[in-house]
C-alpha cells in the first residue's frame, strides 16, 4: 500500500494537466484569433509512456510527449498493468508484502510452478521460493525496472539479507500431515488445490464447495473435500494416511 | 568467523507447517517465512543427517543427527561408529534438548558490583580476559572435563603461550583407581579398555558396565551378543555379579554374590586363586609369572575370604573353577560409586583375575603409551589447586565442560577458594553451581553447535559438527581462547594457530575433511595391547578399606544410570524417566533393606536424615530386598540448587534443591594413590518423621503370574534350540495368527519381536520415543499420580511373582531377595491389538483399525470420553490431562519438534503407533521407486536406539522378515503378553532365559544344566498360573 | 339451537342419562367430568379411540430408522473396529429400539392433541370450573320443542340441577 | 299437548345455590401458594451452589481435566459415578407411574406426579455429567450422527453411544409422560388462578375441558406412554450397566450388570421419592393424601429391591471365587480388603444390610426411621457404583500400572453442584405445579363417594 500512494497522486497529476490544458484550449478557441498551440501530454514514468501510447493510438489528435528517458520497452506495458492489479485491494485476496502477480510470471511468461516452489516434487512441504530465487532473475533485468515499487521492495529484502513475509493462503490444520510430492506424484495438478493461479494477480483461495448426498457441504481445504477426491480416485481413505 | 559462513543456512526458519510448535488443535501458522538463500542440501519437509559424536560422557559414541529446517530434531547412534554400532543410550538421546535448554545463556555475562550478572559484549568480555590473565600470567589455570584431543590440544597451547601456571582436567567420575592400579599390576598407567565381545563368563565385580562404567552402550551390545541363544557359545555364556546391590546391570547376571561393600577385590583374589590353580593343572598360561601369582595370591583361599566378604566359599570355589574354563573370561573391576580407600588394591586385583584367566590383550587391553588426552587430576592435584587458590595465588580460574562446584566434595573447600580467585571464568551454555560463583559466563555452544572431535580409544576419533547456527550469541569455548591469546597482543597470538577453531579441528585430520565429515571420523580401533602380571602388584595391601564416620551402614553412593554424575538433573527427560531399578523418578531416595527399614521403623516414602562426618541430608526412604543389610544406597546426581528442572525452580521457587545430592555427603577421602574414593563413609539414618509422596511409576513388581515378562528355563529350551540355529521345522508357540489382522488388500501387518531376555532395562528407548513423537515431559507432581506421558515403559518383574493379597492400601510391593535375580525386564507399549479392545468403545471412531493393522489414534478426532484406555489391558495409553504442549515447551525448546508428529492439546488420548510417521516416509520413498517397503526399511525410535537389539520391527506378512525370524527362532520362547484375552497382539515376546548359576562345566567347555532351576516354568505352564 | 344442561354428582348418573338421551335420538351431547370414568366416555362414544394407531405407526418408523440409520452409517464409510464386521445387528438392536420407543411417544403425543382435539382455543358455554372440581355435566342441544323433554330427562335421572345455557 | 315456550321452561328452572369448591383441589393447590422464608432460602442456597459448581466447571474447561483427581489407570472417577447415581434416581418415577399403572395399582396416584417429575429433573442432572466428564467438552458434538461435511459417522457400536441414545430418550419420554399426566390438573389450577398464573396454566392446559372426547384421547395415550414407557425404564439402566459389562475390565464384565443396575436403580429410585416425600407432605400437611400406607408401600419396595441388590453383591463374589479367574479374584478381593474397603463396606451395609429391618411393620410405618434409612440407601447407592467403577479401574490386568485414586475437591464441588441442581428444580417445581395428581385423587374419591351413597337406584 504505502508504495502505491505517490504513483496515485502522479496519475492524478497527468489527468488535472490534461483537463486542465483542454480548459486552455478551449478558452482560447472562444477568444477566436491567435489560437495557442495545445500542450502536449508529458510522461513521467515507463509505465505512464506505455498508457500514453496506448491512449495515442486509439485517438491520432492526442498529442503526447515521451521524454526519452522514459521512452524504453521495461517495464513492459503488461509488468506495469499486473503490478497495478496485484496491488488493487479490492479485489479478492490479500495485498501481499511484494504486488507478486502469478498472472504475470505463471501465465502470461508460463514460468512452470516448479522452478521457483522447487522441491514439490521430492517433499512433502511446497517450497516458498527463497529471496535469492527471485533476485536470479530479476537481479539480471535492466534498471528502469526499479520504478516498479514491488522490484525495489524484493531489492530492499535481499540487501537487508531478510526473508519476505508472505501471507499464507492455502493453510491446513498442523494436525493434517499432506504430502505435496505424493499427489504430484499421483498426477493431482496444483490447480486442482490451488486454484487457477495462473490466472490470479493476486491469489486467494477460489471457493468449491462440494454437495455430498445426505450431508452438509464441504467447502474447499475441509476433510470432507479432501476425501471426495480421494474417494473418486480410489487413494486411500484410512485414516492415519493424513492424521498422525 | 568467516569459516562458518558456508553453514549459513543452517537458521531457524519455519516453512508452513514446519514449526510444528502450535498444538495438534490449534492451527497458527499464517505467515510463510521462506529462506533468504536455500541452501542446495535442504529441502524444506525432508531430513538431512550430519554425522557427529555424543559428549555426554567420555565413552564418545558417535551420532546421526537428524535435522529439519536447519534444526537437529533428533539423535541417533552412528551405525558406523565402532562405539556404539547405531545405538545410542537415554543420556545421549536427551542430550539433543541441550541446545534447546530454556536455561541457555543468551548473552556473555559479567558479574557486576552488586553481584547479580549483567550483559557484555564478546569484545569487551575477552578484552577483560585478556587484561586480567596478562596481570599475572602465572596465576592463570584452566580447569575443565575430559575434552577432544584438537580442543585438549589447543587449551594446552594456551597455556604455554599466556604462560599460565597450569591446567587440570576435571572427571568426577575419573577412575583413578583403576588407572593407578594398571600402572601397579601392568606398569601402565591409564584406562585400560575392555572389549567383551565373545566373552563366555563375564564377572562384574561392581563395575556396573551396562549403567554408567567406561563404555555402557558398548558392553551391552557385547555382552548380550555374546550370549545369544543362537549359538552353543551362546547358551554357554554367563554373567556373575559382585556387589553390595542389586543394580540394574546386576539384574542382568545370572549369579549374584553380594559381597560386602569394598571386598570386590578379596572376591577377585579368591576367584584367581582357584583359578590359577585350576589353569595350572590344565597347563593353562596365566598370564604373569607362576611363581609371583602364587605366592601373592595364596593368601587368598575362598575360605579365607569368605568371612571378610560375606560370599560363601563354595560359591566362590565354584565361581573360580568356571572362570578357569570358561573360553573367554573377564573380570571387570569396580566402578567409581565403589571406589574405597582400599580402591586400587580392588581394581588391581581385579586386573590379576584378568591375567590369571588370560583375559589381557584378548578381552582387556593396556591403556596406550600416549593417551590422546592428558589424564584426569586425581583428589590429590585437586586439593593443590584448591590450596593455591586458598593461598592466592590463582589470579584467573578458567572453568570448562564441568561443574565442580557441585561435583567436588564440599570438604575440599573448593567452593570458599573461589572467593579467593581474582577472576573466575565460567564456559558453560546453561547456569550451574558453578556460574553462581563465577565473576565472567562466557556461554559455550552447545556440542550440537560447536565444532570438535573426540576420541573414544586409540584409532577410534569421532568429528563433533555444527548442525544448527548458534541459537544465542554464544561462543566455543576454543575460539573464546584465541580470542584472548590474540587480544593478549600478537606476541601471544601468534603462538596460536590463526583462524578460528574450526580450523584447528580441521587441520588436525589429515586427508579430506569432507570425507570425515561424511563418516563421522576415523574408525580404525587399534589391537588389544596385552600385558604381564609385574612384580610390583605384590606390594598392594589388599584389605577390606575401613569407613570413616559411625553409623551401622556404609553409605554407598553409585553414579545414576541417567543422571550420569548429575550432568543428566537439567535435561527433563532424564529427570522424568523412572530409574531402571526403582521406577522411581524426579526424586532421590535412599535405598536401604527391609531388615534395616524394620530396624529404622520407616516405610517406603517416609524422610529420613542421613548424616556423615561431611554432612547431613533428607532423602525418601525406599526398602527393597535387593540390598545388603549392612549399606544403604543414595544414587549420586539429584540435589542442584540451580536449574529450571535440577532445582524446584518450576515449583516457583528457585534454588531450592531437588532431592540430596550424595556428593555432599561423602568426605574428601583419597584411596592409596591419590585417587578420588567415593565408598569412604558410614551413615547415620534417623527417620525425620516426614512424609513424601513417591514419585514412584511402579508400584508393584508382582506379576502374580499373569503373562507378563515370562521366563524360560535354559534346561527346557536345550534340545529344542540344539535341533535348531534359527527358523527350524518346528513352529513358534504363537497363540494367535496377528499376521492376519490387516485388510486383506493390504502387504504389509506391522508387528514386533521383544526379547525379553535382551532388555536390560536401561530406558534408552522411552526417551528415544519420548523426543522422536514430541511427548512432552509433565514434573514431578503429575509424576506422583502417575500421569506420565511416556508411551513405551519398562517393566521390570522379579520373578513370576506370588498371587498373595496385602490388606490396606500397599505403598509398594518388592519381591527381590539377596544374592537372587530374577528381573525380566519387559517394555511395554501399544501391542496394536488385532482384536483391540479400545477399538469398538470409542463413540467417535477416534481410535481404529487400519488397514494394515496398525491400531490407529487420531487426536484431532478425539474428544476424551477415555474410554478405550479403562478398556485396555495393557494401559499404554496417556491422556493430556492438561495443555501440557503450552505448559511444559518453555521457548526454545518448541524448536526440538519433530514437524512430523502432532502436538497433542489437552484433553486427548495418545499412544505409540509404531512411529507411523517414520512407516510412512518409507512408504513415500518405496511408491516412488515403485516398489514394496524392504524388511528394516522402517524402524521405530526405540528399536533404532536399543543399544542391545532387544527389539526387532517388521512386517509380519513377511515370512523372511527379521520380526518374524526373531520370533520363531525364539521357539518356546515366544509368547504373546496377557494372551488369554485374547486381544491378539502383534507384539511377540520372547521369554527370559534362566541359565543356572550352578551348571556345571564339563572339561570340553560345553554346558550341562544340573537341575531344573526352582523359578523356571515355561510359559504354557504360566498361562494358567 | 338451544343448549340444556344438567349437572350430576356421580358418574353412573351421567352414564345412564347420556346412554337414554342418545337412545332418545339426542346425540349431540357432550360430558363434562373432573376424573377419568370409562363408563361416561363409553356412553357418549362407544368406540376405542384411535391413538393407538399414532403409537403404532411411530413406533414401527422408529425401529426402521434405527436399524437404517446405523447399517448405512456403518457401511457409508467402512471402518474396522476390533474385528468386528460392519453391520452387526446387536449393537444396532439397541439403537433401533430407543428409536421406537422415542418415536412412538411422540407420535402418541401427536395422536392426543389430533384424536382429543388439543388445543383447542374455543370454551364451550355450558363449560364452568365446578366440572373441574367434584361435578359431572351434561350439555344437549336439541330442537327448541325437544327442551321439556331434555329437561324432563335429565332431571330424569337425578340432575341436581338444569339450566339452559343456550336459548 | 303442546310443549311450553322455551322461556317458561328457562323461567321454571330455579338454579340450586353454589357448593364450595372441592376439598382436594384446595388442599393440593394451596401447596402452590405462597411461599414461606425457609423455601426462599432453601431455593436461594440451592441457586448458589449451582453457580459455585458452575464456577468449577468453567474452571476446569479452561484448565484441563488434570484438577480432578483422575491417576493413571484410574481415567473415570467421581463424574461417571454420580452420572451413574443420577440415572438410577431417575428410575422410580416412571417406574411408579408407567408399570404400577399398568398393573392398576391405585396406592401410586399420591406420588406418580412428584415420583415423574423428579425423573426428569434425575435425567437432567445425569446428563448434564456426560458433558463435564469428556476431556474435550468444546468438541463433544462430534458424538452426534447429524450429517456433517466430514463425511464421517459415528461408532454405534459403542456403549458410550447407546448412552447417548438411551438418556435422550428418557428425558425427552419422561418430560412428555410428565406433562401429558398434567393436563388435567392445569386445566383446574386454570379454572382458580388469577393473574400470570392464570396466563400460564390456560396456555399450559391446551385448553382442556374434561369432555369425553377429551378423556378418552387421554387415558388411552396414558397408557400407551405407560406401555413404551415400561420397557424404556427397565433398558435405559441396563444400557448404562453395558457401559461396564461391555468392557473387559475385571469386576465390569459381568452377565448379571443389567438386571443388577436396574433393582439397583429402582432402589435408589424410591429411597430418593422417600427422601423428598416425607418432608414435603409434612410441610403442606399432605399426610392425608400421601398416607403412612404409600410410605409402607413404597418400603415394601425398597425391601424387595434390597434384598435384589445384596443377591447381586454375593452373585458376583461368588462367581468370582468360583470362576477361577485370578484377576477377577484380585479385583474382588480388593474391593472388600484393598485400599477402597471402607466404601465397599458402607455400600454392602447401607444397600444390603440396613433395609432388612423394613422386615418389621413397626419400621415400614415409622416415619422418621424410613426417613433416615432412604438417606442412607442413597448414601449406600452413591458408593456401590463408587466401588464398582474405581475398584473395578484401579486393580487391573496389569499389576504394573496398579494406581491409587482418590477424588479432588472440584469433583465433590461439583457433586455438591448436581444435588443443588437437581433440588433447584424440585423446590421451583412444588410452588408452580400440583405436586399429587389431583384428578387421578377425585377418581378414587369419587368411587368412594359413588359407593357410599350405593349408586341412583
Redesign the interface.
Known amino acids: 500500500m504505502r508504495s502505491t500512494r505517490p504513483r496515485r497522486r502522479l496519475l492524478l497529476a497527468t489527468l488535472g494537466v490534461a483537463v486542465a490544458s483542454g480548459i486552455a484550449l478551449g478558452v482560447a478557441g472562444l477568444w477566436g484569433e491567435g489560437a495557442v498551440a495545445a500542450e502536449p501530454l508529458v510522461a513521467t514514468s515507463v509505465c505512464e509512456a506505455h498508457a500514453l501510447k496506448a491512449r495515442k493510438a486509439e485517438d491520432p489528435s492526442l498529442e503526447i510527449e515521451i521524454p526519452p528517458n522514459f521512452d524504453m520497452p521495461w517495464p513492459t506495458r503488461a509488468a506495469c498493468l499486473s503490478h497495478e492489479a496485484a496491488l488493487d485491494p479490492n479485489t479478492p485476496g490479500p495485498v501481499q508484502p511484494i504486488p507478486f502477480s502469478h498472472k504475470h510470471h505463471a501465465g502470461l511468461y508460463g514460468v512452470d510452478c516448479q522452478y521457483c516452489h522447487s522441491g514439490t516434487d521430492r517433499s512433502p512441504a511446497a517450497g516458498v521460493p527463497a529471496v535469492e530465487t527471485c533476485m536470479g532473475c530479476h537481479s539480471l533485468f535492466p534498471p528502469s525496472y526499479d520504478e516498479l515499487s514491488g522490484i525495489r521492495t524484493l531489492k530492499e529484502y535481499w540487501e537487508r539479507k531478510q526473508s519476505i513475509p508472505w501471507i499464507q493462503i492455502h493453510r491446513l490444520p498442523e494436525y493434517v500431515q499432506f504430502r505435496h510430492n505424493r499427489h504430484l506424484e499421483a498426477g493431482v495438478d496444483c490447480q486442482a488445490c490451488h486454484g487457477a493461479v495462473q490466472d490470479m494477480d493476486k491469489v486467494h483461495l477460489v471457493p468449491d464447495t462440494h454437495w455430498w448426498p445426505w450431508l452438509l457441504p464441504t467447502q474447499k481445504l475441509e476433510m470432507g473435500w479432501c476425501i471426495n477426491c480421494h474417494r473418486q480416485n480410489g487413494a486411500s481413505q484410512d485414516c492415519l494416511t493424513c492424521h498422525y | 568467523m568467516p569459516e562458518l559462513d558456508r553453514r549459513d543456512f543452517l537458521k531457524l526458519v519455519g516453512v508452513g507447517a514446519g514449526g510444528a510448535a502450535a498444538a495438534g488443535c490449534s492451527d497458527h501458522v499464517e505467515k510463510l517465512i521462506p529462506y533468504v538463500v536455500q541452501p542446495e542440501v535442504i529441502t524444506p519437509g525432508m531430513p538431512v543427517f550430519y554425522a557427529s559424536t555424543c559428549r555426554e560422557c567420555p565413552a564418545a559414541c558417535g551420532l546421526h543427527v537428524r535435522t529439519r529446517e536447519g534444526r537437529p530434531i533428533k539423535l541417533e547412534g552412528n551405525p558406523d561408529h565402532p562405539v556404539n554400532r547405531g545405538a545410542l543410550c537415554g543420556r545421549g538421546q536427551a542430550s539433543i534438548g541441550r541446545t534447546y535448554h530454556p536455561d541457555r545463556f543468551r548473552k556473555p555475562q559479567r558479574r557486576g558490583a552488586a553481584g547479580a550478572l549483567e550483559d557484555v559484549s564478546w569484545k569487551e568480555a575477552t578484552a577483560a580476559l585478556a587484561a586480567k590473565i596478562a596481570e599475572r600470567p602465572g596465576g592463570t589455570w584452566v580447569l575443565g572435563g575430559a575434552t577432544g584431543p584438537s580442543l585438549s590440544d589447543l587449551i594446552d597451547r594456551f597455556v604455554g603461550a599466556v604462560g599460565a601456571g597450569g591446567r587440570l582436567v576435571y572427571e568426577p567420575l575419573s577412575h583413578d583407581a583403576l588407572r593407578e592400579a594398571s600402572r601397579a599390576v601392568f606398569g601402565a598407567a591409564g584406562l585400560p579398555i575392555f572389549d567383551l565381545s565373545g566373552a563366555d563368563y563375564v564377572v562384574d565385580l561392581g563395575a556396573d558396565c551396562f549403567e554408567t562404567w567406561l563404555s555402557p552402550i558398548e558392553h551391552q551390545r557385547q555382552v548380550l551378543e555374546a550370549r545369544d541363544l543362537a549359538s552353543a557359545e551362546g547358551r554357554a555364556a554367563r554373567m556373575v555379579y559382585v556387589g553390595p546391590r542389586l543394580s540394574m546391570t546386576a539384574g542382568n547376571a545370572d549369579e549374584w554374590l553380594p559381597a560386602k561393600a569394598g571386598s570386590e577385590g578379596l572376591v577377585a583374589l579368591a576367584l584367581a586363586n582357584v583359578a590359577l590353580a585350576r589353569r595350572q593343572a590344565a597347563g593353562q598360561p596365566v598370564g604373569g609369572d607362576a611363581g609371583l601369582l602364587a605366592a601373592l595370591l595364596a593368601p587368598y583361599t575362598p575360605e579365607k575370604v569368605a568371612e571378610p566378604t560375606g560370599v560363601d566359599a563354595a560359591a566362590l570355589r565354584r565361581v573360580g573353577e568356571q572362570l578357569a574354563l570358561a573360553k573367554r573370561p573377564v573380570a571387570l573391576p569396580p566402578g567409581p560409586g565403589l571406589a574405597s580407600s582400599r580402591a586400587v588394591a580392588a581394581s588391581a586385583a581385579a586386573l590379576i583375575l584378568d591375567a590369571v584367566l588370560g583375559a589381557v590383550g584378548r578381552s582387556v587391553g593396556l591403556p596406550p603409551e600416549t593417551p590422546a588426552t592428558p589424564e584426569p587430576a586425581n583428589l590429590a592435584a585437586l586439593e593443590a589447586l584448591v590450596a593455591a587458590m586458598n593461598a592466592g595465588r590463582v589470579s584467573v580460574l578458567l572453568i570448562h565442560d564441568s561443574n565442580p562446584v557441585y561435583s567436588l566434595p564440599p570438604q575440599l573447600g573448593f567452593r570458599d577458594a573461589l572467593a579467593k580467585v581474582g577472576l573466575v571464568v565460567a564456559f558453560a551454555s546453561g547456569p550451574d553451581e558453578t556460574t553462581e560463583l563465577a565473576g565472567l559466563v562466557l556461554p559455550d555452544h552447545t556440542p550440537l553447535e560447536s565444532w570438535g572431535d573426540a576420541s573414544s580409544r586409540p584409532g577410534v576419533r569421532g568429528v563433533v559438527q555444527p548442525t544448527i547456527r548458534p541459537l544465542f550469541d554464544t561462543q566455543a569455548f576454543g575460539d573464546v581462547l584465541l580470542d584472548t591469546a590474540r587480544a593478549m597482543g600478537d606476541a601471544v597470538g601468534a603462538k596460536l594457530p590463526q583462524g578460528s577453531f574450526r580450523g584447528v579441528v580441521e587441520a588436525s585430520w589429515g586427508g579430506s575433511f569432507d570425507a570425515v565429515l561424511a563418516r563421522g571420523g576415523s574408525f580404525a580401533p587399534a589391537p588389544l595391547r596385552g600385558g604381564a602380571v609385574q612384580a610390583g602388584a605384590a606390594k598392594l595391601a589388599f584389605r577390606v578399606p575401613e569407613l570413616v564416620g559411625e553409623g551401622e551402614h556404609a553409605l554407598y553412593a553409585p553414579p545414576s544410570p541417567l543422571l550420569y554424575d548429575g550432568r543428566g538433573a537439567a535435561l527433563p527427560w532424564l529427570q522424568e524417566t523412572p530409574d531402571p531399578v526403582t521406577k522411581i523418578s524426579w526424586q532421590s531416595w535412599l535405598e536401604l533393606s527391609h531388615a534395616s527399614a524394620e530396624a529404622l521403623g520407616v516405610e517406603a516414602g517416609d524422610v529420613v536424615a542421613i548424616e556423615t562426618p561431611a554432612g547431613r541430608a533428607e532423602a525418601i526412604a525406599f526398602p527393597r530386598g535387593g540390598i545388603r543389610d549392612d549399606v544403604v544406597a543414595l544414587a549420586v546426581g539429584q540435589g542442584h540448587s540451580v536449574g529450571l528442572y535440577a532445582s524446584h525452580q518450576n515449583d516457583g521457587r528457585p534454588g531450592e534443591a531437588r532431592g540430596a545430592s550424595a556428593i555432599a555427603l561423602l568426605p574428601s577421602v583419597r584411596d592409596e594413590a591419590g585417587g578420588r574414593a567415593w565408598l569412604v563413609s558410614k551413615a547415620r539414618i534417623t527417620r525425620t518423621g516426614g512424609h513424601a509422596r513417591l514419585a514412584l511409576m511402579q508400584k508393584s513388581d508382582n506379576k502374580r503370574g499373569r503373562q507378563l515378562g515370562d521366563a524360560v528355563a535354559l534346561a527346557a529350551l536345550e534340545g529344542d534350540a540344539h535341533a535348531s540355529g534359527h527358523a527350524g521345522p518346528h513352529e513358534v508357540r504363537r497363540p494367535f495368527a496377528a499376521a492376519a489382522d490387516a485388510t486383506d488388500g493390504s502387504a504389509y501387518r506391522w508387528g514386533m519381536t521383544i526379547d525379553v531376555d535382551k532388555c536390560t532395562g536401561c530406558s534408552a528407548c522411552t526417551i528415544a520415543c519420548s523426543i522422536e513423537n514430541n511427548i512432552p515431559t509433565v514434573g514431578e507432581e503429575q509424576v506422583v499420580r502417575s500421569r506420565l506421558m511416556s508411551w513405551l515403559r519398562i517393566e521390570r518383574w522379579i520373578g513370576d511373582g506370588t498371587q498373595e493379597l496385602r490388606a490396606g492400601r500397599p505403598p509398594y510391593d518388592d519381591h527381590e531377595q539377596l544374592g537372587r535375580i530374577d528381573v525380566r525386564n519387559s517394555p511395554m507399549l501399544c501391542q496394536q491389538c488385532g482384536a483391540a479392545p479400545c477399538e469398538p468403545v470409542c463413540p467417535v471412531l477416534a481410535t481404529y483399525h487400519a488397514p494394515e493393522g496398525l491400531n490407529g489414534m487420531i487426536y484431532n478426532r478425539c474428544i476424551g470420553t477415555r474410554y478405550c484406555s479403562n478398556n485396555c489391558p495393557y494401559k499404554v495409553r496417556r491422556f493430556n490431562w492438561f495443555d501440557y504442549a503450552i505448559h511444559n515447551w518453555p521457548d526454545p525448546m518448541p524448536l526440538m519438534l519433530n514437524p512430523d508428529v502432532t502436538v497433542r492439546c489437552q484433553g486427548v488420548m495418545e499412544k505409540c503407533t509404531f512411529c507411523v510417521q517414520r512407516i510412512d516416509l518409507a512408504r513415500q520413498t518405496a511408491k516412488n521407486e515403485g516398489r514394496p517397503i524392504a524388511d528394516g526399511e522402517v524402524t521405530p525410535a526405540c528399536a533404532q536406539t536399543c543399544p542391545s537389539h532387544a527389539i526387532v520391527f517388521g512386517n509380519l506378512r513377511d515370512e523372511g522378515s527379521a520380526a518374524v525370524r526373531t520370533a520363531e527362532a525364539g521357539g518356546v520362547r515366544a509368547y504373546h503378553a496377557l494372551h488369554t484375552l485374547n486381544t491378539r497382539p502383534s507384539i511377540s515376546y520372547l521369554a527370559r532365559v534362566i541359565r543356572d548359576p550352578s551348571s556345571r562345566i564339563d572339561e570340553d567347555g560345553g554346558h550341562a544344566e544340573a537341575g531344573h532351576h526352582a523359578n523356571a516354568m515355561t510359559p504354557s505352564q504360566e498361562g494358567t498360573a | 339451537m ?1 343448549t340444556l344442561l344438567g349437572v350430576y ?5 351421567v352414564a ?1 342419562v347420556a346412554t337414554r338421551l342418545r337412545a332418545r335420538g339426542y346425540t349431540d351431547l ?9 363408563e ?2 363409553d ?3 362407544e368406540k ?2 384411535r ?2 394407531v399414532f ?1 403404532l405407526i411411530g ?1 414401527l418408523t422408529g425401529v426402521v430408522t434405527g436399524y437404517a ?2 447399517i448405512w ?2 457401511n ?2 467402512p ?6 464386521p460392519f453391520s ?1 445387528i446387536p ?2 438392536t ?2 433401533g ?3 421406537t ?2 418415536f ?3 407420535l ?2 401427536l ?3 389430533l ?10 358455554k355450558a ?1 364452568s ?7 359431572f355435566g351434561v350439555a344437549v342441544r336439541c330442537q ?6 331434555v ?1 324432563a330427562l335429565l332431571r330424569g ?2 340432575a ?5 345455557v343456550e ?1 | 299437548m303442546t310443549p311450553p315456550p322455551p322461556e317458561a321452561v328457562a323461567a321454571m328452572i330455579r338454579p340450586a345455590p353454589r357448593r364450595p369448591d372441592s376439598r382436594i383441589n384446595r388442599d393440593i393447590l394451596s401447596v402452590m401458594e405462597g411461599a414461606s422464608l425457609g423455601y426462599w432460602v432453601l431455593l436461594a442456597s440451592a441457586v448458589l451452589m449451582v453457580h459455585v459448581a458452575g464456577a468449577i466447571w468453567i474452571y476446569q474447561v479452561y484448565e484441563g481435566l488434570g484438577i480432578a483427581g483422575y491417576v493413571h489407570p484410574v481415567f473415570w472417577g467421581v463424574y461417571i459415578v454420580t452420572f451413574v447415581f443420577w440415572v438410577g434416581i431417575a428410575h422410580a418415577g416412571t417406574l411408579i407411574s408407567a408399570i404400577l399403572y399398568l398393573f392398576r395399582a391405585k396406592w401410586r396416584n399420591a406420588i406418580n406426579r412428584s415420583a415423574e417429575a423428579m425423573t426428569v429433573f434425575a435425567v437432567l442432572t445425569a446428563a448434564q455429567f456426560l458433558g463435564i466428564h469428556v476431556g474435550r467438552i468444546w468438541k463433544s458434538y462430534f458424538i452426534l450422527p447429524y450429517p456433517n461435511q466430514r463425511a464421517l459417522w459415528v461408532n454405534f457400536k459403542s456403549p458410550l453411544l447407546w448412552d447417548t441414545f438411551a438418556i435422550s430418550t428418557y428425558a425427552t419420554i419422561s418430560a412428555v409422560f410428565l406433562y401429558i399426566g398434567m393436563i388435567p390438573d392445569l386445566a383446574i389450577a386454570r379454572d382458580r388462578a388469577v393473574g400470570w398464573r392464570k396466563v400460564l396454566y390456560g396456555a399450559l392446559a391446551l385448553g382442556w375441558q374434561g369432555t369425553s372426547r377429551h378423556w378418552k384421547a387421554h387415558t388411552r395415550s396414558v397408557l400407551h406412554l405407560s406401555g413404551l414407557a415400561t420397557p424404556l425404564v427397565l433398558s435405559v439402566h441396563s444400557v448404562v450397566s453395558w457401559d461396564f459389562a461391555m468392557a473387559l475390565v475385571p469386576g465390569w464384565h459381568t452377565t448379571i450388570f443389567g438386571p443388577y443396575f436396574v433393582a439397583g436403580a429402582i432402589f435408589s429410585g424410591f429411597a430418593m421419592v422417600l427422601t423428598m416425600m416425607i418432608p414435603v407432605r409434612r410441610i403442606f400437611g399432605l399426610e392425608e393424601y400421601i398416607t403412612d400406607y404409600h410410605l409402607e408401600n413404597m418400603s415394601r419396595f425398597l425391601l424387595l429391591t434390597s434384598i435384589i441388590v445384596g443377591y447381586a453383591y454375593a452373585s458376583e463374589y461368588f462367581m468370582a471365587w468360583y470362576s477361577g479367574v485370578e484377576a477377577e479374584q484380585t479385583s474382588f478381593w480388593m474391593r472388600a480388603f484393598g485400599p477402597y474397603w471402607i466404601s465397599t463396606w458402607i455400600m454392602i451395609l447401607c444397600n444390603a444390610v440396613f433395609p432388612q429391618i423394613l422386615w418389621f411393620k413397626r419400621v415400614r410405618t415409622h416415619v422418621p426411621t424410613l426417613f433416615v434409612l432412604s438417606v442412607l440407601v442413597n448414601v449406600g447407592m452413591w458408593f456401590e457404583r463408587y466401588v464398582i467403577i474405581i475398584t473395578g479401574l484401579s486393580r487391573e490386568y496389569n499389576p504394573s500400572t496398579w494406581g491409587i485414586y482418590t477424588p479432588s475437591w472440584y469433583e465433590l464441588g461439583i457433586l455438591a453442584g448436581s444435588f443443588a441442581f437437581f433440588s433447584m428444580f424440585f423446590l421451583v417445581f412444588l410452588k408452580l405445579f400440583p405436586v399429587i395428581a389431583i384428578a387421578e385423587m377425585k377418581e378414587l374419591a369419587i368411587h368412594e363417594k359413588a359407593h357410599r351413597q350405593g349408586g341412583a337406584h
Request: charged share 25%; proline share 9%; no cysteine.
Open positions: 338451544p354428582e356421580r358418574p353412573d348418573q345412564e357432550e360430558t363434562y367430568s373432573p376424573a377419568p370414568f370409562a361416561v366416555d356412553a357418549v362414544d376405542p379411540s391413538v393407538r403409537t413406533g440409520m446405523t452409517m456403518a457409508d464409510w471402518i474396522m473396529l476390533g474385528g468386528k452387526s449393537p444396532y439397541i439403537i429400539f430407543e428409536l420407543i422415542l412412538g411417544g411422540l402418541t403425543v395422536g392426543l392433541f384424536v382429543g382435539g388439543l388445543p383447542s382455543l374455543h370454551r364451550d363449560y370450573p365446578r366440572f373441574s372440581a367434584e361435578e327448541d320443542r325437544d327442551v321439556s323433554e329437561d335421572h337425578g341436581e340441577e338444569v339450566s339452559l336459548a
